[in-house]
């Protein structure tokens, strides 16, 4: 059974910064694209980045690039989410989710394609 189990989320000011961690047991973790996706109350959880297998695919959200950072160590069977220049509007649930299939480009962004989930990280941004 592949379990996924985040950490690192907070209370921060706007501006700062918070390192995301999902560690994943139960799997072949190397071989599973990764991604993050958040809620905030009262809408539909979103996609924020993904990272292919090896690593060498980068996806990320409009409202994140350049600030957010996806990254994952194949050995500690972790993925990570570096959140810079935090802004309100980044409040939210932050959820990691795995794929035991392949991902490329726009299908990286589709929660669909995702497998596992874990229970999630709130993040707080405040002013």
């Known amino acids: 059974q592949v379990k996924l189990v985040e950490s690192g989320g907070g209370l921060v000011q706007a501006g700062g910064s918070l390192r995301l961690s999902c560690a994943v047991s139960g799997g072949i973790f190397s071989s599973y694209p990764m991604a993050w996706f958040r809620q905030a109350p009262g809408k539909e959880r979103d996609f924020v980045a993904a990272i292919t297998w090896s690593g060498g695919g980068l996806y990320y959200a409009d409202s994140v690039k350049g600030r957010f950072t996806i990254s994952r160590d194949n050995a500690k069977n972790t993925v990570y989410l570096q959140m810079n220049s935090l802004k309100l509007e980044d409040t939210a649930v932050y959820y990691c989710?795995?794929?035991?299939?392949?991902?490329?480009?726009?299908?990286?962004?589709?929660?669909?394609?995702?497998?596992?989930w874990g229970r999630g990280t709130q993040v707080t941004v405040s002013s």
């Open positions: 989710a795995a794929a035991r299939g392949y991902c490329s480009g726009y299908q990286c962004y589709d929660s669909a394609l995702y497998n596992y």
